[in-house]
């Protein structure tokens, strides 16, 4: 059990006003709901293919901005701001890629995104005040490259996960394309017989100095010390990382691994989601390298499917083939079922996976984006008026309403 956690539950509950709080912002996720556009054109919404990765931006003046990248190398834009018919909420494709994208990340301080393509190229580019996405830089590396992400406050600075098994550190400033530092985590499927590395699935910064990286088939997520050089060292070869989270996977031996790795706004926990279909969350603020908590109740079809946390760290999105998408509560004392789930109103939909998602990160609005093989779709909390329009919505389950309103520690 994680003692930090338990000591600020117990402090909130001394006080008087968790309970309040989180009754409220449970209401407002109830009243969250999807209205499709009327001013769609067919040339601007049609075949775009799958969709891979689903991102506010993290610009704190244009954090209503959403892009997402798709199976045909484009990167689609859109304004989430304004009224549902009006023409500024209009999409704006962009083709970046001549291969399928299948990550990418925006930067804080400045309107700049950095692709993970398939070709093994990124490309920094920056989106201008009239929507236009320009090319500055362009990455290459030795295979694909899975996922990427900003150091926290760069424009600059980032990290890419490679299909062999690689960590890159780059820094666009840098000329010659020479790269800032580089890991290997050393993943093979067989490490006596076996030449071949596993790639990268994802990888994240948990801080400026320290970065997290897990593998599809690899049951550790490493943590990298940025401040470390991983040169050959007395003849070992072999990339140590400064620690290791471990976890016994339910599934046979040789398909253990993670799809997905992300972190609360506190950087304070860490949630994996493995390919056994539960999502781990480990503690970033102790020693403990096993998971204090899991979340069942999701079935994962797709081997992209990321995970998304919102603003204030109360509630996991995950994309769901059964009913779409399935949202945990991560107050402790922690629940392993899911809370909230997609209304089904077709067969379509039901046979969809929403496997891109994310959180806006504006505090004084609660937005959610997915996205899976169709244009994004916005989730906000809706008035009494548009929910006669709403052809989806996000309701309670009945894990939700059989909760307890008091724990007893």
């Not at 997402?68 to 484009?74: I, N, P, Q």
């Not at 940025?226 to 031996?253: A, D």
């Amino acid at each position: 059990m994680d003692s930090i956690n338990v000591l600020k539950y117990m402090e909130k509950r001394q006080l008087g006003y968790t309970g309040l709080k989180s009754k409220l912002s449970d209401m407002l996720i109830g009243q969250m709901g999807y209205i499709p556009q009327t001013n769609d054109n067919t040339h601007n919404t049609y075949c775009i293919g799958d969709t891979y990765a689903c991102k506010f931006s993290r610009n704190k003046n244009n954090l209503h901005i959403v892009g997402v990248s798709t199976d045909y190398g484009e990167i689609i834009v859109q304004n989430t701001i304004g009224h549902y018919n009006d023409h500024n909420k209009e999409f704006k494709r962009h083709a970046v890629h001549i291969s399928s994208i299948f990550n990418f990340a925006w930067a804080e301080p400045q309107m700049k995104l950095i692709t993970a393509c398939r070709d093994g190229i990124s490309k920094l580019c920056n989106l201008s005040p009239s929507g236009v996405l320009d090319e500055e830089r362009v990455f290459i590396h030795n295979s694909s490259v899975k996922s990427v992400m900003f150091c926290p406050g760069s424009s600059d600075v980032f990290c890419v996960g490679c299909q062999d098994g690689s960590v890159k550190i780059w820094d666009a400033r840098l000329n010659n394309d020479r790269i800032a530092l580089e890991c290997d985590s050393g993943t093979r499927l067989n490490k006596i017989t076996s030449k071949k590395r596993v790639g990268v699935s994802s990888v994240i910064f948990k801080t400026d100095q320290t970065v997290l990286s897990c593998c599809s088939m690899d049951q550790y997520i490493n943590l990298w010390d940025l401040r470390k050089s991983y040169s050959q060292v007395n003849g070992n070869k072999e990339h140590q990382p400064l620690m290791k989270y471990f976890n016994v996977m339910r599934i046979p031996r040789k398909i253990y691994g993670y799809i997905n790795i992300i972190t609360n706004p506190q950087s304070t926990l860490m949630y994996a989601s493995g390919i056994d279909n539960v999502i781990y969350c480990y503690s970033l603020d102790s020693t403990e390298t096993n998971p204090i908590c899991e979340y069942f109740g999701h079935l994962n079809k797709t081997w992209f499917s990321k995970i998304s946390i919102s603003h204030d760290g109360r509630y996991l999105f995950s994309g769901c083939w059964e009913n779409g998408g399935i949202i945990w509560l991560t107050d402790f004392p922690y629940n392993k079922n899911p809370m909230f789930k997609i209304n089904k109103f077709d067969n379509k939909f039901h046979e969809m996976e929403l496997s891109a998602s994310d959180w806006c990160a504006d505090s004084t609005s609660i937005k959610l984006v997915t996205s899976s093989n169709s244009m994004p779709m916005v989730w906000s909390i809706l008035t009494h008026e548009q929910k006669k329009f709403e052809k989806y919505s996000i309701c309670p389950t009945s894990w939700y309403k059989s909760k307890k309103s008091s724990v007893k520690i």
